[in-house]
């Protein structure tokens, strides 16, 4: 009993040593008037680069949208709603099984991201575009024309319409992206654009895949 008791009072004496050790050599958190530099990690294929503390405290974004976020979200309604035209097309009218599946996976990521864009436009009390909204000048979208022909053509020649127009479409969405990216300052529109580039750029590689194997 003695024996277990000294192990016992041991065994404290020592965690109340390393807690003491660990609370003298805890990290302390940086002064708010600090001026060592801050490492701030770059985007994918970027260096990182170092930042003030006054450019790394405007670098991180915030809960506040500008211009450019709503801009790039009202856009983007409109961008998205002519992908999902293009892909309710596919069903009917495709040749390829892989392609039909692909255009079910363009509207079952575009559909969502719909839905999250037009709440957000009317948390910050922003108009959401409707349906027939000018989209003049947005990058990849399909004119009124090449829409039209995409309607009427079935088959292999609907298939590489197809592909040719929502290769083009998701390269437009990629620019708008990479523009939010740089001048947007809302957190949840740079998650949201972040994504939008990892699926679409995903989508256009199987896409050139596709139009490569039906080449002659």
């Known amino acids: 009993m003695r024996a277990a008791l000294v192990v016992t009072m041991g065994i404290m004496g020592t965690v109340f040593a ?36 006054g450019e790394a405290a405007t670098a991180v974004p915030g809960p506040t949208a500008n211009a450019a976020d709503i ?9 998205h709603r002519q992908a999902l035209d293009m892909a309710l097309l596919a069903p009917s009218r495709a040749d390829s099984a892989k392609l039909k599946s692909l255009a079910d996976r363009i509207k079952a990521a575009q559909g969502p991201e719909i839905q999250y864009m ?24 399909a004119t009124p024309e090449q829409m039209e022909a995409l309607k009427a053509a079935k088959g292999k020649d609907f ?39 990892v699926t679409q750029m995903a989508e256009i590689r199987r896409m050139q895949e596709m139009q490569a194997a039906a080449a002659p």
């Open 18 to 53: 390393l807690s003491a050790c660990s609370a003298d050599t805890a990290p302390q958190a940086p002064r708010a008037d600090s001026t060592a530099p801050v490492i701030a990690p770059g985007r994918p294929g970027e260096q990182a680069k170092t930042l003030s503390p």
């Open 71 to 79: 801009t790039y979200v009202q856009d983007m309604v409109v961008h």
């Open 118 to 141: 037009t709440t957000w436009l009317r948390e910050q009390e922003q108009k959401v575009p409707d349906h027939h909204a000018v989209h003049e000048g947005m990058p990849g979208m």
């Open 159 to 197: 298939d590489r319409m197809f592909l040719q127009l929502m290769i083009n479409h998701h390269l437009g969405a990629l620019k708008m992206s990479e523009q939010v990216l740089t001048s947007g300052s809302h957190i949840k529109i740079e998650e949201l654009a972040n994504d939008v580039s």
